[in-house]
């Protein structure tokens, strides 16, 4: 197990050591769609890229997400064979949100040796998510 400063310590290096690997300017928050984030998530069981829709009202998140539902098909033919549509993704701190993720099972933040596979990882399928989100996001806004 590791202390808290110890963890922190180890996912600032983890990104850091990403962002030079990487050296990418990131989508990410700046999708001009406030209810729109791209995101990485890395922790100890787990290697996310998502598309996550977090309005607080309910339908406005339910919009979006059937939005890009009605893309799903080319999303994974052209973009991410393994995507995952969850319209009610559950957060570790409860919050609901709609997340459109690929995912890498039994990888560790915490286990050095996990890391040259995850950064990859994440890179490869952030760069799909982004052209993805490029390529349909007039369509997503309207």
Not at 41 to 70: C, G, N, P
Request: proline content about 3%.
């Amino acid at each position: 197990m590791f202390s808290r400063e110890e963890s922190k310590r180890i996912r600032q290096e983890f990104w850091t050591s990403f962002g030079k690997e990487f050296p990418h300017k990131w989508l990410l928050y700046n999708t001009r769609m406030k209810e729109i984030q791209l995101k990485f998530t890395f922790d100890r069981k787990k290697a996310q890229v998502s598309l996550d829709i977090s309005d607080e009202d309910e339908l406005i998140r339910a919009y979006y997400f059937e939005k890009i539902q009605s893309l799903q098909k080319i999303l994974a033919e052209e973009y991410l064979p393994d995507v995952i549509l969850d319209a009610n993704y559950e957060l570790p701190e409860g919050k609901i949100i709609s997340r459109v993720y690929v995912q890498l099972d039994n990888v560790s933040i915490h286990k050095e040796a996990d890391w040259p596979v995850v950064k990859t990882f994440l890179a490869k399928n952030m760069i799909q998510l982004e052209e993805f989100f490029k390529d349909f996001s007039d369509f997503i806004k309207s």
